[in-house]
């Protein structure tokens, strides 16, 4: 059974059972703090398992992308190593949101591998949970009867809570679970070591497929749990696994998802895949990382230095790192995988066949930036071993290596075996827990659970349409970390506050009661779908009402910006080519910034007209046309795009300006004519073939002008009030370079002279011919009259000083001959004189130099040389 079979029979089958069939979410999480990327299928339904929101089917099915690189489920160093764990991966999943219970789930999961797919119940193994006597459960004795039915006892295993207890993070919706594993060895092997011993050890042909989550209690902070209202049902099946399984292989890498892939790898390194053990690990870690990172750009996360990027930005570069050691690979060659890749996937992932080309050029130029990095480590590698006297490398060089210059410290142990020395780990893995530790400390934060005040049901926004409320506030919670000191989180039965989304920061304002006592709101957003206000206080009366009233003005400021990054997309579109996407946006109340795909630099021309088309729809004080919960198809029949990595429900809000039309929830001026002006400030690049641009409107364009006009006169006046000022300018800059080449050729005159004069005033002291003086010279004029001396004067000795702006600087010079024969160390000299001028300094034993902060020390400096020689 092919893998598309696989996955459109589950889909088929869920639906059959009446679940309404979900496109996968995008990987890449924007509204919770908690998680960075989905990693597991039930991660996009959090708000349906917390209850601040209602699916509009209690059953649902999917796949989902899950990526398990970060936080509490990271399986990157596993990855290449094994062969059934990977980075991004498919998750099937079926889920009851308060509907059927343990009964349908276990029935309907046993029906669909046994007499759908056709799986022999002999390989099968499940689990149910054994208790636990710290949350005071015992076994879960109702799943275990209705497993009963289906497979003999012995193949029931009592799991712990480690394997058998699902937990969503240290606080929410968790719940017992029955893990359904398969046995793929051959019979002989099976004949040796009974399955059962092998299940949850790690075994690569005895492995779980499939989770059935029951969610029946909250985890509340202080560890404690409640059984929640609702009942829940969570599945997850590893697609890969799965089809392994299905298709009668022993590795996910031999199924038909990896194997396209992996041929494509062995063609363009001319290795075979299952010949060396090394090569094998780097062509599979290749193979998983090329489909995490290629997803998530067509998710729109780009690899970054921080964050969720930076992740991405790690993939890359193992699977880089992974090519240039055991493949050889020196040359950029990962992005030649995405043809394959969009070629299999782009079917039931479109997104990565339309973005294709962009994915390429972003991994090309991550690929090419990092094997640069690679290089010059290796000379700074090659460095650190030349100075190293032992037979080890201290962990703290190797820490540098890999903290400030992003060289991998598994490659400088490679490479310092090769050449038969050693790393001290021990140091290297200290420097890098202290590391850890530091930025730990400042992340730190602690948060309590929620105080209900009222049953508060969803919270409406209110803000599109009035920035004051009557509100109540219907729960709250203390947040601690070590950057914010105490805040708390505001939750209220409607609200005027916007929360930061789609780019739009959240609002400010403050609350008022009838007593008159204010909080301010210090900022708003959202989490998992529930508006949170950020405060510093806790209001006084905070059972009685508020009026809630947002910063207009800086709301104002926001919706100019906004609006106007709507007609700086349209705008782009028109001027550059519709192949223009936007790839990231940010709206604040003084600057909006928009990033977006087009693969050159926008010329002068470009950014006019780019500017004029946005100037010409604000004079054309074109009105706002807002259409809210039109249905999706609507708004795009109508003309608006959908961005990747975006989720959108049925239902939508489409904002109009003209031609100009967006699917958005931000909010917007009434006509464009109130942005009054737009102005481009800057443009560049951002990544391959992304570009950012960053503009202004309505007061910061004046203020914008204001400064720069401000500038022009100041230089102006500083000019003399030059008519022409560039002219005057420029005239002053050449006038500037003439002098230049005048004073340095009057210097080379001077030296010439006082060489002349100086050779006169040599000394033979000893058989030395000795000299010390102060000359009105720079660093460059005393080495070069040194160097000039030394070259016509056998034994000679020599101490020049100078004093330049406030500084003193000693120069020595000493024969070879001198240095050998009487044993003199110019870098000594200018050490012990470098104390007269409080400074210090060094060089060669026949040339060295100091500096000093103090020149009234050069006299006693010179006077103590002549010591050296007598
Ligand atoms: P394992 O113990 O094998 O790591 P898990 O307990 O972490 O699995 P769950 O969190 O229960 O797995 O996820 C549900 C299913 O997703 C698993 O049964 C498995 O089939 C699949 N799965 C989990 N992690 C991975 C991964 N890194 N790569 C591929 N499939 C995975
Ligand atoms: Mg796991």
Redesign the pocket.
Known sequence: MNSQEVRSKFLSFFEEKKHSIVPSAPMVLKDDPTLMFVN??MAPFKEYFLGNAQPKNNRIADTQK?L?VSGK?N?LE??GYDT????L?E?LGNWSFGDYFKKEAIAWAWELLTEVYGIDKDILYVSVFEGSEDDGLGMDTEAYDIWKQYISEDRILKGNKK?NF?EMGDQGPCGP?S??HVDIRSAEEKAKVPGKDLV?QDHPQV?????L?FMQYNRKANGSLEPLPNKHIDT???????CMVLQNVQS?YDTDVFKPIIREIETITAKTYGKEEKADVAIRVISDHVRAVAFSIADGQLPSNTGAGYVIRRILRRAVRYGFTFLDKKEPFIYRLVDVLSNRMGKAFPELKAQKQLIENVIKEEEQSFLRTLDQGLVLLNRIVDETKSDTVSGEKAFELYDTYGFPIDLTALILSEKGLKLDEKGFNEQLQKQKNRSRAASEMSTDDWTILAEDGEEEFVGYDTLEAQVNITRYRKVTSKKDGDMYQLVFNLTPFYPEGGGQVGDKGYLEDAHGDVVYILDTKKENNVIIHFTKNLPKHINESFKAVVDAKQRYRTECNHTATHLLHQALREVLGTHVEQKGSAVHSKYLRFDFSHFSKLTVDELRDVENFVNRRIEGKLPLVEMRNIPKEEAIAEGAMSLFGEKYGDTVRAIRFGKSIELCGGTHVKNTADIWHFKIVSEGAVAAGIRRIEAITNDAVKDFYFENNRAYFEMKDLLNNAKEPVKALQSLQEENTNLKKQIESLLKDKAKNIKGELKNELETINGVQFLAKKLDLDAAGLKDVAFELGGQFNNLFLLLATDQGGKALLSCYISKELVESKGLNAGQVVRELGKYIQGGGGGQPFFATAGGKNPGGIVDALENAKNYIS
């Open positions: 597991s299928g899950c398990r489920h399986d596993e990855v059934y764990h990977h980075t991966f998750m394997d699902w679970c893990e359904i949850n492995v779980e497929i499939w989770n989550v997850g099946m590893g697609f890969e696994r799965l996910n």
